[in-house]
Structure formats: structure tokens, C-alpha cells
């Protein structure tokens, strides 16, 4: 099983400050909310998507394209249904339903939609785990919370390597074949597989906890650290410029 | 009583000048919590040890005796993580271990597991260096060279950004005393280390053990070669003590404890199958995609031709990633192959039909026990069985248990590793397979153990297939052996 | 002596966290409809088995850090909240005082809890923030099914667990 979502290359994003790539996420997940007009949001999704183009490659980005086709279809195809006689449901709350009608909305969710995508998929493409959890740290992420990350990162293939080995060994203890049996059936099946999975990964709790402290966890002693982002020189100047460029975006494309 | 005292008897001692103690142990009782109705049994009673600084010790111990539970107990994570009651006093470098707590031993105590996954905290091999260090509050450059320095010693410069799941068991090994090399504790405990290591490893072992400044605590199982003239004492767990003995005194007494004096339980069996069935492979090919990112190329398992037949006992050898298990795997039908056939008694059968006349024992029988009582365990898959009547399933699963030596109402997680071990047989014994594959079944088991399980299992005359790279245990089993090497399988 | 045990509720929230992960990557029952993932199962079990701040943090995490892996990332922070609270009201609602056996009365409330949370948690949030209400009213029904017939299993699954692996209820926090 593979947990990886880096994708190795060498472009500008690559370089870019991991704490100014985080937090220009967020800020651009929020500026995709703001009272734009439709060219604006879809220059800056065309920006984003050209970026990551360069960046990742295009199968990269065609594949991440595809993983949200479904999705974008449903929107698109149902919205104008959904907006002649869903007025009730609209006032839940979101104030771009209010003001958009019919198909422009449907487009603007769509767009908003493959922005957020994109954004996100890019900062987890271009920057390793490691350094998005020395990012996170520097927005004073707890120490053991990023640690809890690492370690469940650490245990993912190792509990997902076990449990297939567990359900082939169930195959195997099968008297008969499970050709044809009911669902019902199938999901009692799953039960004592499932148990048994878990039984192994619990017994790793004691054993984990035992390394932990026997690795210095615990210590009240401050911890120096091994790796950090000194390597990115300019976290200050990276931050300023994509604050900068969304505040532009923000007053060209603002519906007045 | 200390055991130092008769260290003038023991031939494996060398002479030294007395130091003051690494640990002292005195009166050290020790039970682990029961949480079922059954009480445990305590694994140590009275027992005292001493170690000087400086000292180069070796303490044997038969399978499941303790010998793990007393590294932890050292750790200060035994009773901590693995609740029990235990008595008696430890000093550690003249400091009560009662009075600290684990991450206070770590400039003191290294304990390198006989089980490295456990150990394995990180996502890479330069953090899981690097994590013990940080916690010691070293500067980067201290750090740096430290891990440099472990590394290269340890041949791991190249996989430094590999993840756990990428290293072969001897690499894990490697890993975790690179990690000890890191830290530089002043004492070591090393559980199995030899184990898993090949020759090269194994010898810069012993000469770091040899040469070094450490005192070193070495457990053991079974008494390798390597441990010749190594040790300043050496010391054997029996009867829930420690106890030291003039070595020729000492190694009989540890084989006895092994159960290796007794007769083979296999020489007296006379197997003979109600009717022969016969496992033919001929010409078999079959591609393993490499997990690892080292080694690109695929791996190919050729198997030119092996047969098994009822009533037979056939030995597989080979190192470890020889492709033992490949092959296994394709045999029981759980891989697929690429050219060649699997024939039963003349016809070719697909995986799933292979899957109902080769039973599998994996080498961790945890990951085939589910249920939680050995009498539902038994019993399961006779129940889904239609043709069968809960009478005759109730005498089935009893005359089973009785074979194999099991209680009904046991608890398997809370069993004992031999037992958990006996049960994953008994479960494939009901299953009544016409072939067994037994894989690394003799590890941390006795050969005694072992091959009384082997001998339970084919009582019905069913074929066997034994996977095992030591190569002393083949040799006990007297009949047709295999012997496999980088994927390639031919008769010896 | 040795009261301290900070390590232990991290690595039982870091390995539960993993098991939330794998049960809602790997495990996939094909259905008429696509598939069925479980990680209502392992929420429901952690909530059961273990204290509600463990089944906060490890139902929350594990689904978010699920959705980072397989390539939905701009999922995750829904699903962080949405599965995180259903951890957090199921093990509210059947912790146990002493020994004494869970009513089927409240096993019953907190299946209907942890079937509203999902559903109307995902509705509402996916409304608001990455699709539209109708595409979100589509999903219920099988966020409905999913979560019910993990809740269901994962009922079953601890009952099972505890009897299979007796020590498991010295862990909770």
C-alpha cells in the first residue's frame, strides 16, 4: 500500500517556503469564497492549475482532474434542477446561492471546487510529509500531535500488511468456497477477520509505548531537532508575495 | 547468591580485575497480570543477577522462559507497559530503577529487541537514528556526525531515507544497533541480536561486543558459534532463576532445558496415509514484484520440478528472501504463476481449488487464530461444514485439542507462544488437508517443540512441506530435502 | 513511581489513528453501488472500546489523513470534523461507569447518533463549502447505509475484540 502523496520534481513550488505554501493555502481555500466575479475565479483556478501543470507534470494533474470528474458532472448536470425548486434549501446559508442563479452557479461551484482541489492536492504533491509537519509546527502544532501523525503514518503499512495477511489466511481456513453467498452473509464473514486484525494491531500499543520511552520520549528535557526548514532561505519574502498576489486578485476580480 | 562467584570454575570466562556493578538484581519475583480466570504462572521467583561494569555477559534461556521480559524489566518498561507484579530490587549503576523512568535510562541502558518492528518509531532510517538524539538535546552537528558515523558503520548510508517497511529483517536489525551505536549508552542489552544478521554483521558484532568499552548483556535461545570465548560469564535461566555453571556443565543443562536430549518425536511415527495423493510442480516460473524501491528488477521464483506425496516430509531451505515464501505462496494457491503447472493427483487445479488441498501455516500464527476461545476457534470451521452434526463436531474438536495438548476454554492471545503455535496446527489439522506447509516453524520454538508439532500434524498421513532456514533443525528430519537459492529450487 | 504514561495515550491514539486509516483504505466491500469502506467500524470499535477523547482524535484524524492519502485532500477537514464528533457523541453516550453492561437502549440512541452525524454532517458541510445541496442530498443515503452497517459491525467487532484480547481494557483514555 502506498501512503505517499509526494511527487518528486524540481520546479519553483518545490523551492517554495513550506510555511508560506500553507498558509497561502488556507488563505486561497478562503479567497475562493469571496465575492468574485466568474472570470476572476477561473483566471485564478487557470493560474493555479497552469502552475501545477509546470510543477507536478500534466499526468499529475489530468489524474487529479479525473479523481473529481464524477463529482463535477453531478454539480453541473443537477444545479439547474436543484435552483428551480430547492429555494427552501437554500437559505441554510452559503451567500453565493443567494445571489447566483442557475447555471452561473453551478459554474462557480465547479470552479471553486477544482481550485480547492487543486490547492490542495499541490501543497501535499510538492512538499514531503516531513516538511509539511515542520510547517505545521511552526504555526505551533503541539509537538506529540505532529508525533501522532508520524507515528500513525509509520504504522499504516504495517497494520495494512498484517491485515491482508489476515483475511488470506481466512481464505484459506474457508470449507468452502464464498462464491454466491449473500452479502449479509459476506459482512458476519468480515467479523471475525476484522477482530482478529484489530487484536494485532492493539497488541502494538504497549510495545509502541515501550519504544517511545526508551527512545527519550517523555523527557522533560527540551528536544533539539534534527531537521528544520533552514534550507528555505526566504520564508518572510515567499509569505509577503502570495499574500500580495491574492490581495490583487482580490481587488481586480471583486464584484463591485 | 551471585553468580560471579563460581566465574573462576567456567571455562568461557576470561580473566579480568572485579569491577563495580552495571545491575544488580536481588530477590526478583515477577508474574505477569492474568486478565482471565486462570492465574500465570510466574516467570521468575528469588532470582538474582549481578553484572559489572565493563562485562561482557551471555544469559541463555529456553523459548517463552522470561528471557524478553527480563530485558523490559531492565528497560523500566516491565511493569510499566506489560502489567505484572514483580518484587525484589534492581540497581542500576547504583541508582534504585524503581526511582526512574524509562527515558532517564536512555544515555544508560540500550535494548535492542529480538523483534526490531516493534522498536521502529520513525519513518525513515536517519530519523529512527535521530529521534533518540534529539530526545538527548544534541546540537545538529553532533548529530549529524553520530548518525554518519552509525550508518557507514552498519553499511545503511544507501538506505537512509527507507522506510521500515522496505528493510529486510537483517537490515531492521542493523537499523536498531546503528541506533544503539547512535545513543552510546553504557549499557547494552541484545536480545537475539545474531539472529536475522548475515555472517559480515555478525562478525562486526562480535568484535564490537569483543573490543568495545560497553558492558554488554547478550540473551539467547539457542548457542551460536559466535558465542565461543566471547563472554566474561555465562549465565542460564532455569527453573525461574539465574544460575552459573562450568560451561560444559552449563550447555548440557541448557540443551536438557531445550528439550534436545529427548528422543526425536518423529522416529518412533510410522505414517501411513489411507491413500496416497501426490503435488506435482513441473517447469514452474512466477514473478514477485519488488516492494522495495532499491531493487527495481523483479524477483523470479523457477521451480524446474518438485513433487510432495502424502505421508512424506520434505524440508525447503534456503536464506532469508531466497524466495521460500514465494513459492509457498504459489503452492497453496494464493499467488498466481506465469508458465508451468501445479498438478494434484494429475490435474491441474486453479488457486482456489489449490487452496482447499494445501494448508498454509504462517510463520506468525497470530495472524491465523481469530476467535476468541480455542474451542470456537476449533470448531468454526467444522460448523460451516453442513454434512456434519454437532455431536460428532464436539468429538472432533475435543480429540484435537487432546492431541495437540490444548485446554477448550483457553484464551488464545493470552496463550503462550508454543501453545498459540499448536493451536494454528490444530485449526489446519481439522481442516484435514491432504499437504501441510509449515513455514520458519522452529523459530522461537525448541526443536523439540517443533517437531512434536510436526508429528501431531501428519498423524492422518497428510504430506508436508517444512520451511526453514537453519539448517541444523532440517537435519532432524531424515528424509528428501530442497534447498532454494536467489528464487531458484532444486532437489540436494 | 512511574505514573507518568503520556507515551502510551500517544501511541494508542497513533496506532488507532493507523487503524481508522487502513479500515477505510483497504478494506472495501464491492456493493451494487461502488464500494462500502469501514471506517464507521473502527470508529464505532475505538468509541466503544476506548475513552472518548481517543475516539475524537483517532476517528478524526485517521479519515482525514484516509482522504489526504487517496488523493482528496480538500475532503479532509470535513471529514476531520464530521467523523471526529461522531467518535466523540458514540463513546459519550455509551461510556460506562464500573463494569455494568450497556443498555440497549443507549446502544440503540448512539447508533441513531452516529447514523445523523455522518449523514447530516457531511450534508451540511459539503452543502456549505465544497459542493451544492443537491449533490450533497444525493450522498445521504449512502453515507445512511455506510454508516449504519458500520455501526452495526463495529457493535459486533468489540464485543468480539474484548472477549478475544482481555487486556484491552486496561487501555483507555
Known amino acids: 500500500m502506498t501512503i505517499n502523496t509526494f511527487v518528486a520534481g524540481k520546479g519553483l513550488l518545490y523551492r517554495f517556503d513550506p510555511r508560506a505554501k500553507l498558509l497561502t493555502v488556507m488563505l486561497l481555500c478562503i479567497w475562493f469564497f469571496l465575492p468574485v466575479s466568474l472570470v476572476g475565479l477561473y483566471t485564478v483556478v487557470g493560474l493555479l492549475v497552469l502552475v501545477g501543470a509546470i510543477n507536478t507534470g500534466f499526468s499529475h494533474i489530468a489524474k487529479t482532474f479525473l479523481s473529481i470528474l464524477p463529482m463535477l458532472l453531478f454539480m453541473v448536470l443537477f444545479m439547474p434542477f436543484n435552483v428551480r425548486d430547492g429555494e427552501s434549501l437554500i437559505t441554510i446559508g452559503s451567500f453565493t446561492l443567494i445571489t447566483a442563479e442557475g447555471l452561473e452557479q453551478a459554474v462557480r461551484l465547479a470552479g471553486r471546487f477544482i481550485g480547492i482541489t487543486y490547492a490542495c492536492t499541490l501543497l501535499f504533491a510538492t512538499t514531503v510529509m516531513q516538511e509539511v509537519m515542520l510547517a505545521l509546527r511552526a504555526f505551533h502544532l503541539p509537538y506529540k500531535a505532529g508525533l501522532v501523525v508520524t507515528l500513525a503514518f509509520t504504522y499504516i503499512p504495517f497494520i495494512a500488511e498484517s491485515f491482508s495477511q489476515i483475511a488470506e489466511s481466512h481464505s484459506l481456513r474457508e470449507a468452502e468456497s464464498d462464491q454466491g453467498k449473500r452479502i449479509i452473509q459476506r459482512l458476519k464473514d468480515l467479523v471475525p477477520t476484522l477482530t482478529s486484525a484489530l487484536v494485532f494491531a492493539l497488541r502494538s500499543i504497549p510495545n509502541l509505548a515501550m519504544s517511545l520511552e526508551l527512545r527519550g520520549f517523555g523527557s522533560e528535557q527540551k528536544r533539539s531537532s534534527f531537521k528544520d526548514l533552514s534550507s528555505y532561505r526566504h520564508p518572510y519574502t515567499h509569505t509577503l508575495l502570495s499574500c500580495i498576489m491574492l490581495v490583487v486578485f482580490w481587488v481586480l476580480f471583486r464584484v463591485q | ?492 | 513511581m512511574q505514573q507518568n504514561k503520556n507515551a502510551l495515550k500517544v501511541a494508542m491514539v497513533a496506532v488507532l489513528t493507523a487503524v481508522v486509516v487502513v479500515f477505510t483504505l483497504v478494506v472495501r466491500i464491492p456493493t451494487a453501488k461502488g464500494y462500502l469502506n469501514l471506517c464507521d467500524v473502527a470508529i464505532c470499535f475505538i468509541a466503544f472500546t476506548f475513552g472518548p477523547w481517543s475516539a475524537f482524535i483517532a476517528a478524526g484524524l485517521g479519515t482525514a489523513l484516509a482522504d489526504l492519502i487517496s488523493g482528496y485532500a480538500q475532503w479532509a477537514p470535513i471529514s476531520f470534523v464530521v467523523h471526529g464528533v461522531e467518535g466523540l457523541l458514540i463513546a459519550l453516550i455509551v461510556k460506562q461507569k464500573g463494569n455494568e453492561a450497556v443498555s440497549l437502549a443507549r446502544k440503540l440512541l448512539a447508533g441513531l447518533v452516529c447514523i445523523a452525524t455522518v449523514s447530516l454532517g457531511y450534508f451540511a458541510l459539503s452543502a456549505l463549502f465544497i459542493s451544492t445541496v443537491s449533490v450533497a442530498a444525493a450522498e445521504i443515503p449512502g453515507n445512511i447505509a455506510q454508516s449504519g452497517v458500520g455501526f452495526v459491525l463495529g457493535l459486533g467487532v468489540s464485543t468480539a475484540v474484548k472477549k478475544a484480547y482481555p487486556p484491552v481494557r486496561s487501555l483507555s483514555w
Open chain 2, 1 to 492: 547468591m551471585g553468580p560471579s562467584q563460581s566465574d573462576s570454575t567456567s571455562s568461557l570466562a576470561k580473566s579480568r580485575v572485579p569491577m563495580p556493578n552495571a545491575f544488580c538484581i536481588e530477590h526478583l519475583s515477577f508474574t505477569y497480570h492474568s486478565y482471565v480466570q486462570k492465574q500465570c504462572e510466574s516467570l521468575f521467583e528469588n532470582l538474582s543477577l549481578q553484572i559489572e561494569e565493563g562485562s561482557k555477559t551471555l544469559l541463555l534461556a529456553p523459548f517463552d522462559k522470561g528471557k524478553t521480559t527480563m530485558a523490559k524489566i531492565m528497560c523500566g518498561v516491565c511493569p510499566k507497559y506489560f502489567p505484572g507484579t514483580l518484587e525484589g530490587t534492581i540497581r542500576v549503576f547504583g541508582t534504585d530503577l524503581a526511582t526512574l523512568e524509562p527515558w532517564q535510562l536512555l544515555s544508560i541502558c540500550s535494548y535492542v529487541s529480538q523483534n526490531p518492528q516493534e522498536q521502529f518509531i520513525a519513518n525513515s532510517v536517519e530519523e529512527e537514528l535521530a529521534f533518540p538524539l534529539e530526545s538527548l538535546g544534541l546540537g545538529r552537528e553532533e548529530m549529524r556526525s553520530r548518525i554518519d558515523r552509525a550508518l557507514q558503520h552498519w553499511g545503511l548510508d544507501r538506505l537512509r531515507t527507507s522506510s521500515e517497511q522496505e528493510l529486510s529483517g537483517g537490515e531492521r536489525k542493523r537499523v536498531l544497533l546503528a541506533v544503539t551505536e547512535a545513543i552510546d549508552a553504557r549499557f547494552w542489552i541484545l536480545d537475539e541480536a545474531f539472529d536475522d544478521l548475515d555472517q559480515r554483521w555478525r562478525d562486526q558484532l562480535k568484535e564490537m561486543i569483543d573490543k568495545g568499552n560497553k558492558t554488554v548483556l547478550v540473551l539467547a535461545s539457542r548457542y551460536l558459534a559466535e558465542f565461543d570465548g566471547l563472554f566474561d560469564q555465562v549465565l542460564l535461566l532455569d527453573d525461574k532463576k539465574v544460575v552459573s555453571l562450568p560451561q560444559q556443565q552449563l550447555l548440557s543443562r541448557f540443551s536438557q532445558l531445550c528439550q534436545d536430549d529427548l528422543a526425536n518425536p518423529l522416529a518412533s511415527q510410522v505414517c501411513t496415509p489411507p491413500e496416497v495423493r501426490q503435488l506435482v510442480c513441473t517447469d514452474l516460473v512466477a514473478e514477485r514484484r519488488r516492494m522495495s524501491t532499491l531493487e527495481e528488477a523483479s524477483f523470479k521464483v523457477q521451480v524446474p520440478h518438485f513433487t510432495l506425496q502424502s505421508g512424506e516430509l520434505v524440508t525447503l531451505v534456503g536464506p532469508n528472501g531466497s524466495g521460500k515464501s514465494s513459492f509457498s505462496r504459489i503452492l497453496c494457491g494464493l499467488d498466481g504463476y506465469l508458465s508451468g503447472s501445479i498438478k494434484f493427483d494429475g490435474t491441474s487445479l486453479s488457486g482456489k481449488e489449490l487452496s482447499k488441498k494445501v494448508g498454509y501455516l504462517f510463520q506468525n500464527p497470530d495472524l491465523q487464530i481469530f476467535l476468541p476461545t480455542v474451542n470456537d476457534e476449533l470448531s468454526w470451521s467444522l460448523r460451516r461444514r453442513r454434512d456434519l452434526k454437532q455431536e460428532e463436531i464436539r468429538r472432533r474438536v475435543a480429540a484435537c485439542a487432546d492431541l495437540f495438548g490444548l485446554s477448550l476454554s483457553d484464551t488464545p492471545a493470552t496463550m503462550s507462544y508454543p501453545l498459540r503455535k499448536a493451536l494454528q496446527a490444530a485449526v489446519y489439522y481439522l481442516l484435514d488437508r491432504p499437504f501441510y506447509i509449515l513455514d520458519e516453524l522452529d523459530s522461537a520454538l525448541t526443536y523439540h517443540t517443533a517437531l512434536s508439532i510436526i508429528r501431531d500434524l501428519r498423524q492422518n498421513g497428510a504430506g508436508i512441506l517444512l520451511i526453514t532456514h537453519d539448517r541444523q533443525f532440517a537435519k532432524r528430519v531424515q528424509q528428501r530435502t530442497y534447498s532454494i537459492e536467489k528464487g531458484r529450487l532444486c532437489e540436494l
